[in-house]
């Protein structure tokens, strides 16, 4: 949303879905996955998540990319490595994670309606989009849902100069009744890597604390930043509790890499991921009535906070995704040229039908 | 660490934990839960967590306090509310929440043998001092741990001006082979409330983006911020990402204070606590060894990066307290005179032999 209007065209979410199905389609993909992982991707657009959207879906760029050289499992056999009725451990065959993280999550989920609590780990997959898609699947079915991700060496730990880890997003989806659901989807990061391309596309300038330069000095410039590879932690600085940002970074290394086998921090090659999902049943612990009752209270209580000066409101963690996506369902997705120009490419590299403009 | 040498006394951590427990016991604790809370205490003072430990153990404050007025249950009758193979809600009775949580942990990790994956939530209980703890118990069971607890309302939400959640910290423990585990034990603020007070007693200012002042302006002075009780979410400021802060801490407040029924967001008094622990069985996914050699792999590559200039060394989580219990275990806990003061004040008003001098 901090694109400037001129260069934004809307695009309709159903015909941009169905274009990206397409595509993954004549890519070799199977026409169901295909349709799970369009709507990651357009889910992402939708919520305002432009970092994880269609922003990655050109020639140049990851899955088609990827799907074109053949890097990329286009059908994956899914391996169960080891299970129980809490548990599970996938090998995701380097498929699309879109898919693999759907199908991984539906399985915590399943487990999760007989067992209470469930966990699902998933090696050898790959990049899986924006985990709120994962977590807020638990959401219909009254649980809480978790989805962690690893990702590609991009991040300094505390006092290093060297990345060691990714940016590593963790998201936490919880069912309200009036109110919207509680969705938290963070990077461990203070920024998600994604920014660092949209700051530079824009030709904007990034905060302090957000990256280090190569010389490991703090850089404020998006594409010295996108060069050097070396984010700070969520915080920046230890003064500013960054020692928690590298920490959480590492919890989900361990939960989504040391747990299933697939630790990118251990691997200069960034293609393969380790996921995590989970999911709790509310009803586990207390009837789900009460429960989503005192959740409109909390909601309610923390957007009823009094303002500082020159701020309008105070927001609960989704509110203002779940509002932009009602905004683009309605009026359409705004797509910044050169994200239209990397769309048009893949129809006519692909011979896919191109109704967006 | 940070108080100055002259006013420290070193004392031994045996002799420190007997004395705690003995008056515990005098207030009424059977004596198994008396010994149990002095290790929680004493564990924290050895760990260098001494905003958790025995400067909270005075006749002014907190335990001793709570108990000989009589608003802290001494001998607190545990109710199962709900019950499954992997999960409980148990009722604390408002007992000592250093009980409770040691014995819903355990609860926890009894589950997590045969389910693999289990979660307890407590309501109704009181202040349980230092996470690590609870979420260490796991780590003999080749276990990873989780604990964590709501507490008091002096937070304010991003963008807001006044406080509506706790400090609200969480706890991951995960076991290592030849390293130390990683404990990750962490509040979501940018500091625990408790470094407010060491700040005060020592005469020392915070730093920018720790809390606000009584008109919401940002404080250095540690007394205005204990006065005004509105504490910044981890990372102080939008920009640096407080409201993952902020989101994190409601995640906490939700786990601890929704799924349990004592949510202290809605709930000016500050005395009833809810908390929630975890256990997940390594094996239910890897094979042990297999996750502690990776373990190993990764500590070791994350505490090899190379550092900025001006730095030693770069840390895991935990390290540094793991590091500060064996030299204090061997040198004994230094002590400040205030905090001495207030044990002597205890010894005299119970009756207890005093010996730690």
């Given at each position: 949303?901090?694109?400037?209007?001129?260069?934004m065209?809307?695009?309709?979410h159903?015909?941009?879905?169905?274009?990206?199905?397409s595509?993954?389609?004549?890519?070799?993909?199977?026409?169901?996955?295909?349709?799970?992982?369009?709507?990651?991707?357009?889910?992402?657009?939708?919520?305002?998540?432009?970092?994880?959207?269609?922003?990655?879906?050109?020639?140049?760029?990851?899955?088609?990319k990827?799907?074109?050289?053949?890097?990329?499992?286009?059908?994956?056999?899914?391996?169960?490595?080891?299970?129980?009725?809490?548990?599970a451990?996938?090998?995701?065959?380097r498929?699309?994670?879109?898919?693999?993280g759907?199908?991984?999550?539906?399985?915590?989920?399943?487990?999760?309606?007989?067992a209470?609590?469930?966990?699902?780990?998933?090696?050898?997959?790959?990049?899986?989009g924006?985990?709120?898609?994962?977590?807020?699947?638990?959401?219909?079915?009254?649980?809480?849902?978790?989805?962690?991700?690893?990702?590609?060496?991009?991040?300094?730990?505390?006092?290093?100069?060297?990345?060691?880890?990714?940016?590593?997003?963790?998201?936490?989806?919880?069912?309200?009744?009036?109110?919207?659901?509680?969705?938290?989807?963070?990077?461990?990061?203070?920024?998600?890597?994604?920014?660092?391309?949209?700051?530079?596309?824009?030709?904007?300038?990034?905060?302090?604390?957000?990256?280090?330069?190569?010389?490991?000095?703090?850089?404020?410039?998006?594409?010295?930043?996108?060069?050097?590879?070396?984010?700070?932690?969520?915080?920046?600085?230890?003064?500013?509790?960054?020692?928690k940002?590298?920490?959480?970074?590492?919890?989900?290394?361990?939960?989504?890499?040391?747990?299933?086998?697939?630790?990118?921090?251990?691997?200069?090659?960034?293609?393969?991921?380790?996921?995590?999902?989970?999911?709790?049943?509310?009803?586990?612990?207390?009837?789900?009535?009460?429960?989503?009752?005192?959740?409109?209270?909390?909601?309610?209580?923390?957007r009823s906070?009094p303002?500082?000066?020159?701020?309008?409101?105070?927001?609960?963690?989704?509110?203002?995704?779940?509002?932009?996506?009602?905004?683009?369902?309605?009026?359409?997705?705004?797509l910044h040229?050169?994200v239209?120009?990397?769309?048009?490419?893949?129809?006519?590299?692909?011979?896919?039908?191109?109704?967006?403009?």
């Amino acid at each position: 949303m901090e694109n400037s209007a001129e260069e934004m065209t809307r695009v309709d979410h159903r015909k941009l879905k169905r274009f990206v199905a397409s595509s993954f389609e004549k890519l070799g993909v199977p026409k169901e996955d295909a349709e799970i992982a369009a709507n990651v991707l357009v889910q992402a657009d939708l919520r305002g998540v432009d970092t994880h959207g269609v922003i990655r879906f050109s020639p140049h760029a990851w899955y088609v990319k990827w799907l074109t050289e053949g890097s990329l499992t286009a059908r994956p056999k899914l391996r169960v490595i080891s299970e129980s009725a809490t548990t599970a451990l996938i090998d995701g065959d380097r498929g699309m994670g879109m898919v693999i993280g759907h199908r991984a999550m539906e399985m915590a989920i399943e487990k999760a309606k007989s067992a209470g609590v469930a966990m699902v780990g998933v090696r050898n997959s790959r990049h899986y989009g924006m985990s709120a898609y994962y977590g807020m699947l638990a959401l219909p079915h009254d649980m809480i849902g978790i989805a962690m991700t690893n990702a590609s060496r991009q991040v300094v730990p505390t006092f290093g100069r060297e990345a060691r880890f990714g940016t590593n997003p963790m998201c936490f989806a919880v069912p309200a009744d009036k109110e919207l659901p509680f969705v938290l989807d963070m990077a461990t990061t203070t920024a998600a890597a994604g920014k660092l391309e949209l700051a530079a596309r824009l030709g904007k300038s990034i905060p302090g604390g957000w990256a280090l330069d190569e010389n490991a000095a703090q850089t404020t410039d998006p594409r010295m930043a996108q060069k050097a590879r070396r984010l700070l932690p969520l915080c920046g600085t230890r003064e500013s509790g960054s020692h928690k940002g590298y920490g959480l970074a590492i919890l989900v290394e361990i939960l989504c890499g040391v747990l299933t086998g697939t630790i990118t921090a251990l691997n200069a090659n960034q293609d393969p991921r380790g996921h995590f999902f989970g999911a709790i049943r509310v009803d586990a612990f207390r009837p789900v009535a009460e429960f989503k009752r005192d959740m409109d209270r909390l909601i309610t209580e923390l957007r009823s906070t009094p303002t500082v000066v020159g701020q309008e409101r105070v927001y609960v963690a989704g509110e203002i995704e779940f509002e932009t996506a009602q905004e683009r369902a309605e009026h359409g997705i705004p797509l910044h040229d050169s994200v239209l120009k990397g769309l048009r490419q893949v129809a006519e590299q692909l011979g896919v039908a191109y109704d967006l403009e």
